[in-house]
């Protein structure tokens, strides 16, 4: 039998809701829903990389939930369930990790930056 997946999010976190790839069809959808000052919009693919201002998701509320939850692109649905995209906090079941396996995780994302900032010449 498969191993039930209990992972929920902790309380006002969106620690994760930064600079992400949005499916163009979700992006075009929800334009009246975008909270944020976009500073600039990347194609990338079929997705857009919306950039704003203060470098957070476009569509994160003040109160740190998403405007669009329930339409939210898979990325985020994701995040935190597939080893390529860890959440600091829980590991893939919602268990919280101990400080060790967060500085782990912190690591892996912050190599992961540099990689990505190198090859985009912006490093
Ligand atoms: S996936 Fe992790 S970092 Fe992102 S909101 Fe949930 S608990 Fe916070
Ligand atoms: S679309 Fe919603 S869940 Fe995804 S990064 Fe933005 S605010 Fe967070």
Redesign the pocket.
Known sequence: MGEKVTFK??EN?????FVAPIDKEIWDKHQEDIIGTMKTLIPYGKYVVPITTNGICPFLKNDKKCNIYEDRPKICRD??LIKEMP????DKNGKLRDKNAQRHIMKFWADKETIMKTRSGLK
């Open positions: 999010c902790l976190c969106a620690s994760c809701c995040y935190g959440c600091i906090f829980l």
